[in-house]
């Protein structure tokens, strides 16, 4: 049971636009900054986005990441079958539990 | 570029200990950074295991801190995984990544391929 919350799929046609949301609790995403990967399948999770809102070199302007609050989301532009794939939201927790957690993540299809 | 690469066994019985090593090249451990674990079931979706920092400082997930140990080998640009008294339950596919911080700006950027272990008699 994660402490962060994601919708489990989402779902647009080529070229459309998608957004993932990740919420938690000021132990967390209120008092951290978040990052995104994506798991495509059978590989290891890929660093999308940093400090809420930062791309790492390489990885394209159709991802954005924001943050407001308790809640994170990412967005998706320009919707590609490569971008099928599992993400996960991740951030810091103040609280007693592991302070890196991961939200359950969220499939994203292509239709 | 950098690259992790974990190595280790795929099959591992249940009581005994699980042993990983993640290999590091394109970057020397001890210029800095913290390098950890991870695992990845599909019950328990990812799940951090512990870190260390390139001057030996451990952090460890409270869950499975009694049986696991991490530990640095600068020369060899290696760190490695030992978690003791494995079940069923700790089959997972296994990854080593670097997170440049340890604290509120912490994220994963380079990332091991990942291992798959397998608990089993």
């Known amino acids: 049971q994660s402490v962060l919350t994601q919708p489990p799929s989402v779902s647009a046609a080529p070229g459309q636009k998608v957004t993932i949301s990740c919420s938690g609790s000021s132990s967390n995403i209120g008092n951290n900054y978040v990052s995104w990967y994506q798991q495509l399948p059978g590989t290891a999770p890929k660093l999308l986005i940093y400090e809420n809102n930062k791309r790492p070199p390489g990885i394209p302007d159709r991802f954005s990441g924001s943050k407001s609050g308790t809640s994170a989301t990412l967005g998706i532009t320009g919707l590609q079958t490569g971008d099928e794939a599992d993400y996960y939201c991740?951030?810091?927790?103040?609280?007693?539990?592991?302070?890196?957690?991961f939200g359950p993540g969220t499939k994203v299809t292509v239709l | 570029q950098m690259q992790l690469q974990e190595s280790g066994p795929g099959l591992v019985k249940p009581s005994e200990t699980l042993s990983l090593t993640c290999a590091v090249s394109g970057f020397s451990i001890s210029s800095g950074c913290y390098w950890g674990w991870l695992r990845q079931s599909p019950g328990k979706g990812l799940e951090w295991i512990g870190s260390?920092?390139?001057?030996?400082?451990?952090y460890y997930n409270p869950s499975l801190k009694s049986r696991v140990t991490i530990s640095v080998d600068t020369s060899k640009d290696q760190f490695s995984l030992k978690l003791r008294s494995v079940t069923a339950s700790d089959t997972a596919v296994y990854y080593c990544a670097r997170h440049p911080y340890y604290g509120s700006r912490a994220e994963w950027d380079y990332w091991g391929q990942g291992t798959l272990v397998t608990v089993s008699s």
């Open positions: 260390i920092g390139h001057t030996g400082s451990t």
């Open positions: 991740g951030t810091w927790d103040n609280s007693l539990s592991a302070p890196f957690v």
